[in-house]
């Protein structure tokens, strides 16, 4: 199966791809085809059309049946084989190591999700531990009757930031052995980036912008962090270090930030840095939870740490969205379950600052994949990057 | 021709165009070979080679001569024709319809430049009369010799911004009936997108950041614009208003700014913004030629007002890089031609806001293409938009 990945080298590779997600997408749109309708349908050659049958026939994403089984009998030769996408062969496995948990999901070669499962654990588990889990996990998301003869590249998201990210050569110390023991485990390739930006790409793909090929993805958790998924696809930058909206300055005099920065938008807008405000205020609140509920029964206090946050929220989002242009923007994490406390004084200073051609042109979401977008996203890397044609 | 641009419509268009640039690649690579060494190569079946050469036979995009010049006499039998591209073909041209001149320039199909040429005008000119220009500079282009049987589509750059950018339906309300008087003009189909976005988009292929994939493009002159490319290719955004670096607030309390908003970037960093802080610093400039007389003479009021600019610019350009992830920043328009005396505060401002992961990874640039960068960057529109492998 790691010929998949060798297909990045040329055209002529390239474009077997190109035919075999014809002849899958074929299948996916018809049900049910002879090679003959095949041949039809795709105007590909009849050489080239079994070869390329051959080879998915051999991963076992496609099968075959002696013929359909509402056609008239044949007269007198062999009867017609038919093929059909296999239902039971998983094409893609996404999982999301986060800092306490594990999260996968699972695709079939019809792309659709098969289904997903997570596993919270203690932050100090080892790799192999991590990737015993992860393990158990998909062989439990369909009780054992995924096959996964057909997979084609599993999709893995971390913490942090990543060299490389988004094929098999992507690296950083943190995920030191990780990748050769996925590897080993699975047996087809890792496909590796980091798991805020793999959530962003999912929430374009099935979650609060489906369907929107231009978005801005901005998760306010213990960090604030961020993806851009540009044309439908998750932009890296050159250096692997794109989407770090909570590291934009907010305040040249303000506090020092964690990334040796000062003043960044997460020293304001982190679940923490909100929770201090709340506290240095007067408020009493151990966590989000806590500061929900106060706002809840009407706490001013609470209002006012939001709209403060919210606020310079809005005004990095509307730098970030003159620079690139986004039609949707999704504002996930622990702090987005605020709602309209937050939401509302975001969009006020969005739209004090952004271009006022762009003003009435742009979404502002709440994420609905919650924890399992890391590893929907995974799914995605390896359903677009073994894919040429189906985008 | 125009089956170029119907070839956007469906997978086997794309396989076809796919099968077209794998021949030209062929072709570039080897120089002349024949049908049967096309087919080795290329591993089409004959059937599809015949037909991939006859289409391209009939562009006049290659040339078949009766056998190569140096190949030893067949015995028995016809001569082996052999196929070359055809020197005399333009594959593209790319014209830019700036403000007061018109810039064009064109490529052959081996994808070189041929060259380029620049007209100035009077502001007021019609459509008609700038495409009488446009047309008069792309026949003195090459002498005439030039043949346009090849030529797939024109990219054409205009001022401001259009909705569906870098295709045949963009549009503006200031470019009406352009678009169908070029088209009648040229026969071919005419991709439009903002000519500053283009100029971006040439300086990462033939200009200061040749050769890298995401660039950020920064133009400064009587208005602050710019441009993103992204993984080699023009970034747009949802709307068509992506790269409107000019218009991130600076200063909440700033002076109003002509889009609409107060404190943009436009409103200090401007040719004219740079101007104004210069008179009113007790400097005599009328336009920039004189202030960096100025600079050049040693004046300490020329130097703080472009130091002040400059780090204005460095700030904002921090916040773009921290969401983006570029490897090359380039600063062009009239502004940049102030050298360290910009770009010194520029990199200090930058450096200071970046998250300092980033710090060493990113060059900071001046353009070098000049007033045709936006007529290149047409050419390049071309030769991406129909062209699936030659990325």
Known sequence: MLCGMQSHDG???RLRRGHEEL??????????????????HSRLSRTTLYDIVGGLLASGAVVASASAPDAAPRKRGRPVETLTLNPEAGQAIGIDFARRGVHVAAANVAHE????????????????????????????????????GALSAIGVGVVGPLTDPGGEAAYSRD??????LLHKRFGVPVLLDNNTRLAALAESVWGAAAG??????????????????VGGSLHRGAYGLSGEFGHITVDTAGAPCE????????????????????????????????????LDSGD??????????????????AAVCNAVGPGVIVIGGELAAAGAALTGPVEEA??????????????????????????????????????????
């Open 11 to 13: 055209p002529l590779a």
């Open 23 to 40: 002849v899958l997408d074929l299948l996916r749109k018809h049900g049910r085809l002879s090679r003959g309708e095949l041949g039809t």
């Open 113 to 148: 999700i098969v289904g997903s499962a997570s596993e919270p654990h203690a932050a100090d588990l080892t790799w192999a531990e991590r990737t015993d889990i992860a393990q158990r996990l998909v062989r439990s998301l369909t009780g054992g009757a995924l096959q996964f």
């Open 175 to 180: 995920i030191d052995g990780l990748p050769e």
């Open 212 to 229: 929107d090929e231009d978005v801005v993805y901005l998760r306010l958790s213990h960090g604030v962090g961020g993806g851009l998924v």
């Open 259 to 294: 990334c040796g920065g000062v003043g960044c938008l997460e020293t304001v807008a982190s679940v923490g840095a909100v929770l201090d405000s709340y506290r240095a205020a007067g408020g009493r609140a151990d966590d989000i939870a806590a500061l929900l509920a106060a």
């Open 300 to 317: 001013p206090a609470a209002r006012d740490v939001l709209r403060a946050a919210g606020s310079q929220v809005g005004t990095v989002l």
């Open 350 to 391: 969005l739209n004090a600052h952004i271009l006022p051609l762009s003003r009435h042109r742009l979404d502002l979401r709440q994420a609905t994949l919650g924890e399992v977008g890391g590893a929907l996203g995974g799914i995605r890397l390896v359903l677009r990057e073994f894919s040429v044609l189906s985008r």
